[in-house]
């Protein structure tokens, strides 16, 4: 953000500078033009800036639990403040999933992960657009929610709601009296693209919050490693498709691409070799792909890759 500007003002410096060598009308229409760009790329720029907080303030709108005195999304109160209780866990918070009252993990990490990629690859355009502070409260949201979510070295709560239940009656959070049924992903019921997105969301995370909270960046490294490290234990023992979210969110690549997609953010977090080891021997299970979406994460993989490869 404020690139265009920039250029507008250059632009009318180098008009005034070539002005010395026109004749007297050229040089004031030289100036008008100069100033109209100037002033275009200024707009331009405000409705870039706004359509940036618009996208980042949805989410507070998305935002489950008890929600903070900052809240900007003022007509959303607190909502679903018991979850996880039948398991006697916390896992209040967190977002709901487009439009209902459930809590699906899968897509909520993927969304996280891509948050956390455009606080990392555009935090100097977002910081300059006032928006970086907010962005990073809109991932935290979510990492504190996935942190809960792991309550044991082989234990994941993927999913809070009967999604089936939920979709037949509309209802705010707030008002909601449906099931909050509670799903998790355990040694006896794998759930790799569930765990290997979590993973990727907590390793993305710890670099966004790297050199603002080092100790808050540690611990979701550490159990991002944690998710991992049971993640591909899982994978090769337990060979399973997460199948919880269905018919909803239903895996149709496959996990591969989730572990695959894992192992790179935790590479591009600790620049441990042995992740680039895991990539190198899996390399076969990527391949070329028309989409890149909470389901295929093979393009997300490959264009990382090619960053620090190339």
């Known amino acids: 953000m404020g690139r265009r500007l920039v250029w507008g003002l250059l632009i009318a410096f180098l008009c ?33 800036n706004d359509a940036l ?6 989410f507070e709108g998305q935002r489950s639990g008890k929600l903070p005195a900052d809240q900007r999304v003022t007509w959303r109160g607190d909502s679903a403040l018991a979850d996880g209780q039948p398991d006697n866990v916390n896992l209040v918070g967190g977002y ?22 455009a606080a990392i690859e555009y935090r100097q355009q977002i910081t300059s657009a006032g928006e970086i502070e907010h962005l990073r409260q809109a991932i935290r949201w979510a990492t504190d929610f996935l942190l809960r979510s792991h309550t044991s070295s082989t234990t994941f709560y993927t999913q809070v709601g009967d999604g089936n239940k939920d979709h037949s009656c509309w209802e705010r959070p707030e008002d909601m009296d449906t099931p909050r049924t509670l799903y998790k992903i355990t040694s006896q019921n794998p759930g790799s693209e569930a765990a290997g997105d979590a993973a990727a969301a907590l390793a993305a995370a710890s670099m966004v919050f790297e050199h603002v909270d080092a100790a808050y960046s540690s611990k979701l490294l ?4 944690s998710v991992i490290k049971q993640l591909f234990e899982f994978a090769d023992k337990y060979r399973g498709s997460y199948g919880a979210s269905c018919p909803f969110y239903c895996s149709y690549s496959g996990y591969q691409d ?20 895991y990539l190198t021997s899996n390399q076969g299970w990527s391949g070329s792909v028309s989409e890149f979406s909470w389901d295929n994460k093979l393009a997300g993989v490959q264009t990382l890759l090619a960053k620090v490869t190339l």
């Open 16 to 48: 005034c500078a070539i002005s010395l060598f026109l004749a007297p009308n050229d040089l004031h229409r030289s100036l008008v033009a100069a100033t109209n760009h100037a002033q275009k790329d200024h707009h331009v720029n405000r409705a870039y």
């Open 53 to 58: 907080s618009k996208a980042i303030l949805f």
């Open 96 to 117: 709901y999933d487009a439009g209902d009252n459930v809590k699906f993990g899968w897509t909520m990490s993927y969304t996280t992960s891509l948050l956390c990629w």
């Open 222 to 225: 550490q159990h991002a490693k």
């Open 258 to 277: 989730e572990l695959l997609w894992g192992a790179t953010w935790l590479y591009e977090a600790t620049g441990d070799k042995k992740y680039h080891g």
